[in-house]
């Protein structure tokens, strides 16, 4: 577009308003446009709209097709003190006698014999263990070692006996390593130095130099592999960025080591580009000499001194130390009745909050609580139920677990004992299932307080309440569809560009656009045909007798069209006939449901239904797509699109236009103006020569 123009200075016209005028009515084959891609984009809301409330009902439809939704099932106990229970939909309608509960099932637990706590002393949950050492009565001296907690996990990209992924340099005690292996929450026994010929399924190499494991099986493809091990050190590496920092903080606390003269810590050791630094634990003793770090062994932080020459941008700070840490054993047995052995490796700087949080994860197979009034642990099995006959449930091992928590001798892992039938029987938890039916024990009681009958029957209210849901949503599609269908056209009113927008009021446009979008899809006739579809497929008979039902029609079991004409067909239940039909033949209810068939008319009224429904979705999908669709993907896109490319050439082919007009009228002004500077001329002339 030219923007050297001239706008009326020479003639005095307005020319600006003079093309805008003008241009106004070149505009108008574009407004059209506009107004037809804007009705296009309502048709396809619409239709999407319609789409999903479809797939509302095409989704409940098909609940209607499994024997499942009128299998709902009623347990009713003769004291619910006692017993109760639930049923599946694949429970028999049947009777339950249970004419004694002995005994009900009980979690084995271990409890601490007396508080934990050392006289005068409180443990704090949230502070470390190791600043809190001095707080339990009972710490055996060599309960905390020296080392590296570390964990290491992997999924495998294949399926094999050996992996590496860990970062050797493992810790053994007395001949073992000291690490727990788990894949896919199952737990093997760790084993070193043998030949890995000899390893049982159940067990796995570990290689403490390299940290690299060997299966005694072979290890499934995407198995995820855990493993917690101490390392007999660590070491942390820094480098130095352009700015120098005098601070950092080691991956782990409660760092090992006691401190010589002059708060020296010779166990831990750090260097500088490769310079040896003496460590010193008495911030105060950082600037007594050069080459000084000051570490706090609570936090890990670690302090250089700011005049410090060497640390200078890309220095390279490592340090190698060890942690305070400790371990808790136990096992417990699970359904096969073998036992299922845990560890812990718990760093000093771990809280009592964090030992009980590990204890409580859900593959361990139990559940900690502490009491800080009493000051007294419980450890509880995460099942009830006896799982050893051979002894106890919760077997415990090193100190940790039998003298500083203190726990004694276990008490439960019972199974629950009871008479059902006139079968004496046992189960491991107090909640049991028994052909369809979920039993829950609640209390004991002898047979002179029994019997309990438990009595399964249909539950013809449950069906009841979902076929009316169904019809529910039935007719909301029934009124959406007819209310667009039936919708008054005003052709008077087309979509509002956005000029004509900005001279109306709000509530204006809402009013307009309200008329504007009325009746785009009366009387549709794909519409129109999915109405028709459904109501064949609800009132045509079912011919199959597979069943021998005796309802064959929608209307015998009390679902028949409003007589209400102005409805648009909508269903109406006779809730008694209904109720009636559900109770004296559920099995016929469902039949004229769910019956399948090779032809349209032996099927159930619901497989027809879901055929209707799924044949419309694909029709008006493949007209009005889907939001995830792009406009190419369905026909009243592939419009819009070529709407749009229209538009964009009309609006090129407008600007053309403007700039002829706007050269048209400049022209003009140049001529107006080279007149007026002629006359000009002329005038001056003939007044020059009058004055002579």
């Given at each position: 577009m030219n923007t050297n123009r001239i706008s009326g200075l020479a003639s005095g016209m307005d020319t600006e308003q003079i093309i805008r005028d003008l241009m106004k009515a070149e505009r108008l084959p574009l407004d059209r446009m506009y107004q037809k891609k804007t009705i296009m984009e309502w048709q396809r809301d619409q239709y999407r709209e319609i789409n999903k409330k479809l797939l509302e009902l095409r989704d409940a439809?098909?609940?209607?097709?499994?024997?499942?939704?009128?299998?709902?099932?009623?347990?009713?106990?003769?004291?619910?003190?006692?017993?109760?229970?639930?049923?599946?939909?694949?429970?028999?309608?049947?009777?339950?006698?249970?004419?004694?509960?002995?005994?009900l099932a009980t979690a084995a637990q271990r409890l601490s014999t007396q508080s934990i706590e050392k006289n005068g002393e409180t443990i704090d949950l949230n502070k470390s263990l190791w600043s809190q050492k001095g707080s339990f009565d009972q710490m055996p001296a060599d309960q905390w070692r020296k080392?590296?907690?570390?964990?290491?996990?992997?999924?495998?990209?294949?399926?094999?006996?050996?992996?590496?992924?860990?970062?050797?340099?493992?810790?053994?005690?007395?001949g073992q390593a000291e690490a727990v292996v788990k894949v896919d929450g199952q737990s093997f026994e760790v084993v070193t130095g043998v030949d890995p010929a000899t390893l049982n399924e159940n067990q796995v190499l570990l290689d403490t130099a390299s940290g690299e494991l060997t299966f005694g099986k072979?290890?499934?493809?995407?198995?995820?592999?855990?493993?917690?091990?101490?390392?007999?050190?660590?070491?942390?590496?820094?480098?130095?960025?352009?700015?120098?920092?005098?601070?950092?903080?080691?991956?782990?606390?409660?760092?090992?080591?006691?401190?010589?003269?002059?708060?020296?810590?010779?166990?831990?050791?750090?260097?500088?580009?490769?310079?040896?630094?003496?460590?010193?634990?008495?911030?105060?003793?950082?600037?007594?000499?050069?080459?000084?770090?000051?570490?706090?062994?609570?936090?890990?932080?670690?302090?250089?001194?700011?005049?410090?020459a060497n640390i200078a941008e890309d220095a390279k700070i490592e340090v190698t130390y060890q942690q305070n840490y400790t371990s808790a054993s136990f096992g417990v047995y699970d359904e096969n009745g073998e036992e299922q052995k845990t560890s812990l490796f718990i760093?000093?700087?771990?809280?009592?909050?964090?030992?009980?949080?590990?204890?409580?994860?859900?593959?361990?197979?139990?559940?900690?609580?502490?009491?800080?009034?009493?000051?007294?642990?419980?450890?509880?099995?995460?099942?009830?139920?006896?799982?050893?006959?051979?002894?106890?449930?919760?077997?415990?091992?090193?100190?940790?677990?039998?003298?500083?928590?203190?726990?004694?001798?276990?008490t439960g892992g019972e199974n629950a004992k009871f008479t059902i039938n006139g079968i004496e029987t046992e189960r491991r938890s107090n909640q049991f299932t028994q052909n369809g039916v979920e039993f829950q024990l609640n209390s004991t009681f002898t047979q002179a307080d029994g019997p309990v009958t438990l009595t399964v029957t249909n539950n013809s209210d449950d069906v009841f309440e979902r076929i009316k849901g169904y019809v529910e949503k039935y007719n909301e599609l029934v009124d959406l569809v007819n209310s667009k269908t039936m919708e008054e056209r005003y052709r008077d009113f087309h979509p509002l560009t956005d000029e004509q927008k900005q001279e109306m009021t709000e509530r204006q446009v809402e009013l307009w656009e309200e008329k504007a979008q009325s009746g785009l899809l009366k009387s549709d006739p794909m519409l129109n045909g999915l109405l028709s579809g459904i109501r064949m497929d609800l009132y045509g008979k079912v011919e199959s007798n597979a069943m021998n039902s005796q309802f064959d029609q929608i209307s015998e079991i009390g679902i028949t069209t409003s007589p209400d004409y102005l409805s648009g067909g909508k269903l109406v239940i006779n809730e008694s006939k209904?109720?009636?039909?559900?109770?004296?033949?559920?099995?016929?209810?469902?039949?004229?449901?769910?019956?399948?068939?090779?032809?349209?008319?032996?099927?159930?009224?619901?497989?027809?239904?879901?055929?209707?429904?799924?044949?419309?979705?694909?029709?008006?999908?493949?007209?009005?797509?889907?939001?995830t669709m792009t406009n190419e993907q369905f026909s009243l896109g592939k419009k819009i699109d070529d709407m749009s490319s229209r538009m964009e050439r009309f609006e090129d082919r407008l600007t053309m236009i403007e700039?002829?007009?706007?050269?048209?009228?400049?022209?003009?002004?140049?001529?107006?103006?080279?007149?007026?500077?002629?006359?000009?001329?002329?005038?001056?002339?003939?007044?020059g020569g009058g004055m002579a």
């Open positions: 439809t098909f609940d209607f097709k499994l024997s499942s939704t009128f299998s709902s099932r009623n347990v009713a106990s003769s004291n619910d003190t006692f017993v109760t229970a639930t049923a599946n939909s694949n429970a028999l309608l049947a009777s339950f006698n249970i004419s004694e509960v002995s005994r080392g590296a907690v570390e964990y290491g996990s992997t999924v495998t990209n294949a399926s094999g006996r050996t992996f590496s992924f860990l970062k050797g340099d493992i810790k053994t005690t007395n072979t290890i499934d493809k995407q198995s995820q592999i855990d493993v917690n091990y101490v390392a007999n050190s660590r070491t942390d590496s820094f480098t130095v960025g352009e700015e120098p920092s005098y601070n950092y903080n080691l991956a782990r606390k409660s760092i090992a080591g006691e401190a010589g003269a002059g708060s020296v810590l010779s166990s831990v050791q750090v260097t500088v580009d490769g310079q040896d630094y003496t460590v010193v634990t008495d911030l105060n003793e950082l600037e007594s000499g050069a080459n000084r770090v000051y570490l706090n062994q609570e936090t890990g932080q670690l302090k250089f001194s700011t005049s410090d760093q000093g700087s771990d809280s009592f909050s964090t030992f009980m949080s590990q204890l409580n994860r859900d593959d361990t197979g139990v559940k900690a609580f502490y009491d800080e009034f009493t000051g007294r642990f419980s450890l509880t099995r995460s099942e009830s139920g006896n799982f050893n006959d051979a002894g106890d449930e919760i077997n415990l091992y090193g100190s940790f677990m039998n003298d500083i928590l203190k726990l004694g001798a276990e209904l109720k009636e039909a559900l109770q004296t033949d559920p099995e016929s209810v469902e039949a004229l449901f769910n019956a399948s068939g090779e032809s349209t008319a032996k099927q159930g009224i619901a497989q027809r239904l879901y055929d209707t429904m799924d044949s419309y979705m694909e029709r008006i999908t493949d007209k009005a797509g889907r939001s700039n002829r007009y706007y050269r048209q009228f400049t022209a003009m002004e140049q001529a107006i103006q080279r007149s007026n500077q002629q006359g000009a001329y002329i005038m001056q002339q003939f007044g």
